[in-house]
């Protein structure tokens, strides 16, 4: 598509930034996915490749736009916590908030309706997070000056941003009642709590002055003073703080002491059970040593008793083959007794031939006789002979 003759065309930055003007627009009244080159194109009154040649596709411009508008609430809300009272701050951060969702209404929708990969960072959460990254730095030296945990100030931060990102986002399309007053409110609601709200809540009067444009640091450190009411009213409110952080202090104090003291006794409650075990299995060891000696002992007395009965055994075997020996012998020499007793009883021959002969062999045969008997004899002989 040509442009006319009569237009003056426009440099390559001048082209850009026309584009992410039509785009930021339709983004916000249509959102990422509702919108297509095609429309930004016809918007800007370009053909598509110019699109293309300046952001590569509708990812790219849909990313810088959301970078912008993030760039210029993060500057906002970093210009109101440069204040001095912590209270001075958190009001005039709000008033950033809902500064910003007045005046650039289409970059608040981009932001808080969209949430597409394309974006990269540019998410409301990632925003929500970066905020909360800077109003954790503060908190965390407010929680040292006054003696609370720093750790806890990540918590505290998105507690506390997250509660005013969503009004913001509420009072978007609501826009009533105005933003100091909404300001007011939820600085009521988070400086006070819930216990102590005030019916009529206000902006300090250093707040209340207005606001600058907040495009640097410089220009919200040309604040006048605030007065001396205002300071003697800044410090009671410290001071009933002080003594509210200070009972608090004093009863986080007694109840470590309560812990300590649990915890005391719970040790001690362990070392006597560790104590009444290591006894009791001392007292096993000691019972299972006595066991172990007793039935050593007993086997000792065992053994004793079955030596004593193999050398009893012995005797008994040895005294009755010497009693069967003996037998034999008894009965060896009973036998002879009556051999000789029966030799005698035989008869004398008539012939005296026959008598001297008779009475020469019977001599004879009773001196050998005799002699046998003189000669010890084997046991073994004697049982062969009993038998």
Known sequence: MTEPRSRVRMTGKERREQLIRVSRTLFAEKGFDGTSIEEIAASA??????????????????????????????????????????????????????????????????????????????????LISDIASQVEDVLADQFADRGYAPTLAPMYAQMLVGMVALTGQWWLDARKPDREEVAAHLVNLAWNGLTGLEAHPALTAVTARGLPAMTAAAELRSLARPTDKELKDLERLREKEHKEQEKVRARELREQERLLRDQEKARAREVREQDKLRREEEKLVAREQREREKLHAQEVKLAEQQARQAEREAARRAKLAAERAERAQRGERVELVERIELVERVPLTEHAGHTGHTRHTGQAELEGRETQITEPSTSTEAEERAK
């Open 45 to 126: 009154r370009v053909s598509k490749p110019v699109v293309y040649e300046h952001f590569g596709g509708k990812e790219g411009i849909y990313a810088v736009v959301v970078d912008r508008e993030m760039q210029r609430l993060l500057a906002l809300v970093a210009v109101a916590l440069n204040a001095g009272h912590p209270r001075v701050r958190l009001e005039r951060a709000a008033l950033a908030l809902l500064q910003y969702v007045e005046e650039s209404s289409e970059g608040f929708r981009i932001l808080v309706r969209d949430s597409h990969a394309a974006s990269g960072t540019g998410t409301f959460a990632s």
